[in-house]
């Protein structure tokens, strides 16, 4: 069900190692969400330290961060009264001009789902307001309904994290303030038609589906063993370059020659729309073996041949999907979407095929609150808070 009133919907997603809220409105009559404030905290740089994601690890700190992150997006939001001191704890309940509260419950990390979506239901039984799950996987795919003409915060609070085990409230606030600001303007074309193709690309999924319409979602395929963002994870790692690798490989590519080394292209060619990252991983591996000293200038050229080689199977295969269902729209989402060089590539080769294609702003790629409340908007399936239950192994209804 689609909501066809003004509302406003806080969205809260912990699936991983981002701690993010979002205060997104929209209007019945427009075609996307709109965000009101937002924050992202990140324990990214707590991870690059151990070369990937502890689970208990990311718990932990989506426990300090969810408050904080919070009560920053309330305060932001200005649906508060200035005079408010504390938003959430005040002595006497103060219910914002929020509608409704949407909340990410798996796929993910159980510890990290668990510490978003008790919060969601606390909030939503001492606010009285309607509850909202919201599935991972479709909250990205709804990173491509909002139209942002704002600025929000993005920010690492590893810093704070290490010097002290209780942080105060305020300190952490302080320091989300403090964050990278960032202004993003991108002028977008907000016709996105059905049918449409939607292609999740991150660090745990894979996946291609089809929507007919909002809330009609048939799963065309996905991959077998490794995920886009995980193959670039594993492969940074081999290549020696910082953790996550899709960011580090997608820098080292950009002085390198993408056929400087030919990978396989896992699956290009099958008669289904299912993908296959691993023999890639281990085709880089045997290639390394084979160089005595990595240089930098091998180095460049193994990732620029090896994204290619991602991208190839990406664009060729989601394209096979386009031309076979007739569909009017390709959208791209998931972290892997930030890389530009595959946008680039969806695009041109998209207009060939006159299919008209969207990413998200980089910014609502990765793990993100906005994108939750935007799903919510589109899918309004509110359920009793005391029914809510964290499920990592949420997949799509085939
Ligand atoms: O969606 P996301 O933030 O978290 C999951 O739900 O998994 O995606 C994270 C993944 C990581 O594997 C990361 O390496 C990849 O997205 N990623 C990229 C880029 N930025 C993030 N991969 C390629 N190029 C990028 N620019
Ligand atoms: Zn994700």
Known sequence: MQVNEYMVILGIETSCDETSSAIVSKNPEDT????????VASSLSLHAETGGIIPEAAAREQVKFIIPVITKTLKDSNLYPPSSKNYLLSSTIYRPNIDAIAVTVGPGLIGSLMVGVETAKTLAYVWNKPIIPVNHLIGHIYANFIKNEMS?????????????????????????????????SVPRNNNIDFPLLALIVSGGHTDLVLMKKHGSIKWLGGTRDDAAGEAFDKIGRLLGLPYPG??????AAKNGNPKAFNFPRPMIDSNDFDFSFSGLKTAVLRQVKTIEQLSNETIVDLSASVQQAIIDVLVTKTLKAAQKYKVKSILLSGGVAANDKLRDEFRVQSSEFKVNFF??????????????????????????WQKLTANPELYFDT
């Open 246 to 251: 899709g960011p580090s490989i997608e820098k």
């Open 359 to 384: 990413a998200p702003e980089k910014k609502l790629c990765t793990d993100n609150g906005a994108m939750i409340a935007s799903a919510a908007f589109f899918n309004y399936k509110p359920v009793p």
């Open 32 to 39: 996307n969400a709109k965000i009101l404030s937002h924050i």
């Open 152 to 184: 929000f915060a993005s920010v690492s609070l590893r810093a704070k994290s290490q010097r002290s085990e209780a942080i105060s409230t305020v300190g952490l606030l302080r320091h989300v303030s403090y964050g990278t600001w960032l202004r993003h």
